[in-house]
């Protein structure tokens, strides 16, 4: 994992590493299979270099900016984003369409705050297609209210949504209610569920 390629298809998630210590070497390996643009934030710069991960742009407050330089030195060429004062994620993203990608992987706490991190990424799907890896938990955006997906016995979900939770239906299930915003969902076979809702909300699935 000590590089990749230069060529790829921006079709391909980025993934943007956003916060540290929210996946494991393992882990971040599988996300880098097929060479994504790799954006880091300066917090999780060290974890990034640790891994000796080849990365593309490294995002920074402008006080940190000689720090960053140094510290990417030996991977050049390297992107230097500097950020502003605030809405600093949304102008990474604004960057990252900019450059036609469609969507990414975004490394960063989505359970800190009562999910508010998934709450702010709402309104800026429409820059990206998002999804959140946090702490062995894959969250995924449906826009829709719409979500089906086949899963084995055992298989745990959980469903954020801020509005109105999803409705199941399919495979035999148990249903948690954690909070005015999450439920846990433990499937008791193997099959298809369906969640539906008027609103939209997130899946998050064990990764």
């Not at 590493?17 to 880098?32: D, K, M, Y």
Request: include cysteine; charge should be negative; proline fraction near 6%.
């Amino acid at each position: 994992m000590s590089s990749h390629h230069i060529v790829r298809d921006e079709q391909e998630p980025a993934l943007l590493l956003w916060q540290p210590g929210q996946l494991s070497f393992e882990q971040a390996g599988q996300l880098l299979e097929w060479s994504p643009r790799v954006v880091v934030h300066q917090p999780a710069l060290q974890e990034a270099l640790t891994w000796g991960i080849k990365l593309d742009a490294v995002c920074t407050a402008p006080g940190d900016m000689p720090e960053v330089v140094a510290a990417v030195e030996h991977q050049q060429p390297v992107s230097i984003l500097t950020l502003p004062g605030h809405n600093a994620l949304q102008a990474v993203l604004q960057w990252l369409k900019d450059k036609q990608q469609a969507s990414l992987y975004l490394i960063a706490d989505a359970s800190a705050d009562n999910f508010l991190l998934l709450r702010q990424l709402e309104p800026l799907q429409q820059l990206a297609q998002i999804q959140v890896i946090s702490q062995g938990w894959r969250y995924s955006y449906f826009k829709l209210g719409q979500a089906q997906k086949w899963l084995p016995t055992s298989s745990i979900l959980k469903t954020i949504a801020f509005d109105k939770q999803p409705l199941l239906s399919g495979a035999e299930a148990i249903l948690s209610r954690q909070s005015a915003v999450l439920q846990h969902i433990a499937l008791q076979q193997s099959g298809i569920i369906q969640l539906q809702s008027e609103t939209p909300f997130w899946v998050a699935e064990d990764i």
